[in-house]
Structure formats: structure tokens, C-alpha cells
């Protein structure tokens, strides 16, 4: 009996523990980055949904400040700068369902370092491009998942203790009633 209390006491921390990640994960769909950019005739923002880091990729949104008057394209690349061993990366984009005449986008940065997402417009004022700079950080030391593994751990030995001395306790107790 003792001892479905612990299994049930260790699935609840083990639960509050996921879902206190899980907060965290939602609240990424929040822009971390906004950047307003003139893109020839074209007023911009340009928002970033994730933190740049090499070996990533980068979410971002680009949407005009004012409703265009007709159609808009875009093209974006992330071009390396001079001290990067890289090439140039072309990103996927999607329409944006939350801004009339944006986009978002997803390219991935294989490297850290400084690059440019070259953003070319093309809309009823004519084409036009400009490059914002985006500066992708050293990707972390250890994985994510491996972090929570090690932090984890110490919940897991104080888990295996309580257990291993349930069990104690029930043999002892058996142990009294047979003699």
C-alpha cells in the first residue's frame, strides 16, 4: 500500500516537472525580436520567433507596417558575412496568417557567426531588397534533453531511497510476522 503512494507522489513531481516545461515552450509564439526596416518604397517589421544560434533554425515573420495596396513577394536568404565559412542559406516562407501581406519564415544557420537575411520585396511599388543582420550564437554545450537528465537526477536517487527503504520496511515487517 506504502509503496503505490510513493509511485503515485513521484508521478505527480514528475508530471509539475513537464508541465512547467511545457509554459515554456508555449510561450515562444510571442516574437522575442521586432525590427522595423524601409525596404526601398516598403516599411517593414521584421520579427524574430527563436533565438539565432549556428546548427538552428531561425522562425521569423516579416510583415508590412501599413495593409499593402495589392500583391507582395518575398525572397529571403541568409548570407554569411566575411568571417563566416559558409554559404548562403535560402528560407522557407509561408503566409502569415495573422498579418495581411506578411510572411513567416524559417532558414536554418548551420554555423554561428554574422549573417544577413537579405529580404527581397516585391509588391505595387516595384522590388526592392535590404539585409537585416542577425548574429547566431555558439550553439549550447549540452543538449536540452540531456540538461533536464542531469537535473533531473538528483529527484530520481531521493525517488530510488524512498522506494528502496519501503521495501525495507515491508520485508521487516514480514520478517517480525513470521517469527
Given at each position: ?7 503515485a507522489a513521484?508521478?505527480?513531481l514528475?508530471g ?7 509554459r515554456v ?9 521586432t ?12 520579427s524574430?520567433y527563436?533565438?539565432?544560434a549556428g546548427?538552428r533554425?531561425?522562425?521569423?515573420g ?9 500583391t ?5 536568404t ?18 502569415d496568417?495573422?498579418?495581411a ?7 536554418n ?7 544577413m537575411?537579405?529580404?527581397d520585396?516585391?509588391?505595387?511599388l ?20 540531456l540538461?533536464w537528465?542531469?537535473?533531473l537526477?538528483?529527484?530520481?536517487a ?19 510476522l513470521?517469527?
Open positions: 500500500m506504502r509503496t503505490s503512494r510513493y509511485f513521484c508521478a505527480i514528475f509539475l516537472a513537464l508541465a512547467g516545461a511545457g515552450a508555449a510561450q515562444e509564439r510571442a516574437p522575442l525580436k525590427i522595423d526596416v524601409r525596404i526601398g518604397p516598403y516599411a517593414m517589421t521584421v524574430y527563436s533565438e539565432a546548427g533554425p531561425l522562425l521569423f516579416i510583415a508590412p507596417r501599413e495593409a499593402p495596396a495589392g507582395m513577394h518575398y525572397q529571403v541568409a548570407v554569411p558575412g566575411t568571417l563566416v565559412n559558409a554559404v548562403p542559406v535560402k528560407a522557407t516562407l509561408s503566409p496568417p495573422d498579418h501581406g506578411g510572411v513567416r519564415g524559417t532558414v544557420l548551420p554555423v554561428s557567426g554574422q549573417w537575411l537579405s529580404i520585396v516585391d509588391g505595387p516595384g522590388s526592392s531588397f535590404e539585409d537585416v543582420p542577425v548574429l547566431a550564437a555558439a550553439p549550447p554545450a549540452l543538449p536540452q534533453w540538461g537528465a542531469i537535473g537526477l538528483p529527484i530520481w531521493i525517488v530510488g531511497f524512498v522506494l528502496a527503504q519501503a521495501l525495507r520496511g515491508r520485508r521487516a515487517q514480514q520478517a517480525a513470521a517469527h
